[in-house]
């Protein structure tokens, strides 16, 4: 049963338009993630979901429901917020109850449904504490816990993480990944971390002016990338992208020169029709690509310039000959010093070929 679907759905502030005739489907019970660069429109679509934002064109549907028109309050979405946004003066439980409280629910089940989200989040020794006395990541998951005792349909986050720590946001992370699989709730995420959406998500929606690049899985989206946009921005570091001509192609294949790597032309698997002399992109992952050389692979000479060392993983940036950054990843070699002249092979069956408008050539 589909939880969201949105059908054509834009927004606009007057002239400017915003989000672009958006077709999303997000199954019940799924964790979704909204994610692209600040200013990319991911959470003003959040705010369209949630009906804080009226919608412009299309239509909303939550649970097969219309709620294109529907105030927020009547909608069956919770959503928590980048700020915690909680009354200091109230206690943990307070903060819980207080939506219940409102509409006069009965002591008894404010008390049952409060227990027992605090239970979900470790919060039970907490309930008499103020906000002061908490931590970043035990005040989130009270703003979380209110969300919960409402029982909504859906669940909305807004950069929850983005004022914690990067340790605390780790944790994180894992807290609500696992509130996820014990609720078993339908859960919209907005982040312009793409680290946090391959950890947490089971569908990506890459976001770009407003437009959504890709939908699919973590893996899909890394592996399969539609476009250069997806291709650099899923992925941690990105993908390298180097300039090229194409030399030849048949109905299966294109040959193709790196600029970087004059007369040294390979095949890239591709049906895309591109004439001979066109201009493309070569991407290849960081992971493809080692120090030295390789039986079958693509030779490319290139300047060692700095190494981020994470332990039994570094990652090389180089220079190329024609001014190219590259990042390598580098597990147990020998790593090279700056300004030292380098050469490298790219994994020939690893290769993506983008057109100049950064379409993928498949």
């Known amino acids: 049963m589909s939880g969201i679907k949105l059908t054509g759905v834009s927004k606009s502030f007057g002239a400017m338009k915003v989000i672009h005739d958006v077709d999303i489907e997000i199954e019940q019970g799924e964790f979704a993630v909204f994610v692209g660069p600040s200013g990319c429109g991911k959470s003003t679509l959040l705010r369209m979901i949630a009906g804080l934002e009226e919608t412009t064109g299309g239509e909303i549907r939550i649970e097969a429901e219309d709620v294109t028109r529907k105030e927020a309050s009547k909608r069956g979405v919770a959503m928590v917020f980048q700020s915690y946004a909680l009354y200091p003066h109230l206690s943990v439980f307070d903060n819980m109850a207080f939506s219940l409280s409102i509409a006069r629910r009965p002591k008894a089940e404010i008390e049952t449904k409060v227990k027992a989200a605090a239970e979900i989040l470790r919060l039970t020794d907490y309930l008499s504490h103020k906000p002061s006395q908490l931590s970043g990541g035990q005040r989130q998951r009270v703003a979380i816990g209110r969300a919960i005792v409402r029982e909504p349909r859906v669940f909305l986050f807004d950069e929850p993480l983005s004022n914690l720590d990067a340790e605390l ?194």
């Open 169 to 362: 946001r780790v944790k994180m992370r894992m807290e609500i990944a696992r509130l996820h699989r014990q609720i078993g709730a339908t859960m919209i995420y907005v982040t312009h971390d793409q680290v946090e959406a391959m950890t947490l998500a089971d569908k990506i929606v890459v976001l770009k002016s407003g437009v959504v690049q890709q939908v699919g899985a973590p893996l899909e989206l890394y592996r399969n990338p539609d476009n250069m946009f997806v291709a650099g921005f899923i992925g941690s570091p990105g993908m390298n992208f180097l300039k090229g001509r194409v030399t030849g192609s048949d109905a299966t294949r294109l040959a193709v020169e790196l600029n970087d790597a004059p007369g040294a032309a390979f095949d890239i698997n591709s049906t895309a029709r591109v004439p001979v002399g066109s201009q493309i992109f070569v991407g290849v992952r960081p992971e493809h690509v080692t120090l030295g050389d390789r039986e079958g692979g693509v030779p490319l000479k290139a300047r060692a310039e700095f190494i981020e060392e994470l332990g039994g993983t570094g990652y090389l940036h180089v220079l190329t000959a024609t001014g190219g950054e590259m990042t390598v990843e580098c597990r147990g070699e020998e790593r090279p010093h700056p300004k030292q002249e380098v050469r490298l092979s790219l994994d020939l069956g690893s290769l993506f070929a983008f057109d100049e408008q950064g379409r993928r050539l498949r």
